[in-house]
C-alpha cells in the first residue's frame, strides 16, 4: 500500500489511490487542532470513492456592536448574527446572540498570522428596536486566536410629531411656516 499526501483548497482536494484501508491525519490547518480530526481512517473504493473529514477550529472572536463601530462606543442591547459565505447567502453555524452589551462571541473560529489571516464573512440579521442593523456582509480578517472587532450600528430614524402655534393667540395654529433642524453635536 502507498502513503497519499493531498493538499486541500477551499475545503476539498483530490488523489489518485490505490483501493485498501488507511489511517488518516492532519500535518498542517493553521487555527486548527490537528488531534481533532474526524475520521481518522479511511476505505478506499473502486472505482472512486469520497470521504468527508472534520477539524476543529480554536480560534474566539468578538464582535461588538455599538453606535460608533470602535471601542467605547455605546453598544446595542440585542440582536443577532451569524457567519456566512461572501455573498452573505450561505450561514455557517448556528445564529449567535448579540447580548445587552453588544457583544457576539463566536468560539472555535478558524485563524491565521497576522501575514495571512484567516477570512471569515458575517451577517447582521437583527438588532435592537432603536438600532440599525448594518447593511452588508463584512469581512473579518482572523489574524490571531483571540480577536475583537467592532461594527457600527447607527440610530434608528425615529418619527417626530411638531405643531407651531402662534406666541400670542393661544392654540392658533401658524398656517404656514418652515422650521429647520441642525444637529449642535450635543
Not at 486548527?32 to 473502486?46: K, R
Not at 468527508?52 to 455605546?74: H, R, V
Not at 445587552?100 to 451577517?123: E, M
Amino acid at each position: 500500500m502507498a502513503d497519499y499526501t493531498v493538499t486541500i483548497t477551499n475545503g476539498t482536494g483530490s488523489q489518485m489511490m490505490n483501493p485498501g484501508s488507511y489511517n488518516v491525519n492532519s500535518s498542517y490547518a493553521p487555527g486548527y487542532d490537528m488531534t481533532t480530526l474526524s475520521p481518522t481512517t479511511y476505505t478506499a473504493t473502486s472505482p472512486s470513492g469520497s470521504g468527508a473529514f472534520t477539524l476543529e477550529a480554536t480560534g474566539t472572536l468578538t464582535i461588538i456592536f455599538n453606535e460608533t463601530g470602535a471601542q467605547g462606543g455605546t453598544p446595542i442591547s440585542s440582536g443577532t448574527v451569524v457567519m456566512t459565505d461572501e455573498t452573505g447567502e450561505t450561514q455557517y453555524g448556528s445564529i449567535v446572540n448579540i447580548d445587552s452589551n453588544g457583544t457576539a462571541v463566536f468560539d472555535k473560529v478558524p485563524y491565521g498570522s497576522a501575514q495571512s489571516p484567516y477570512t471569515l464573512y458575517f451577517k447582521q440579521l437583527s438588532s435592537d428596536a432603536t438600532h440599525n442593523v448594518y447593511p452588508e456582509v463584512f469581512t473579518v480578517g482572523m489574524g490571531d486566536q483571540t480577536q475583537t472587532e467592532y461594527i457600527l450600528n447607527s440610530l434608528k430614524p425615529t418619527s417626530q410629531t411638531f405643531t407651531l402655534t402662534d406666541a400670542n393667540y393661544s392654540g392658533l395654529p401658524v398656517a404656514n411656516a418652515v422650521l429647520n433642524f441642525e444637529e449642535n453635536g450635543d
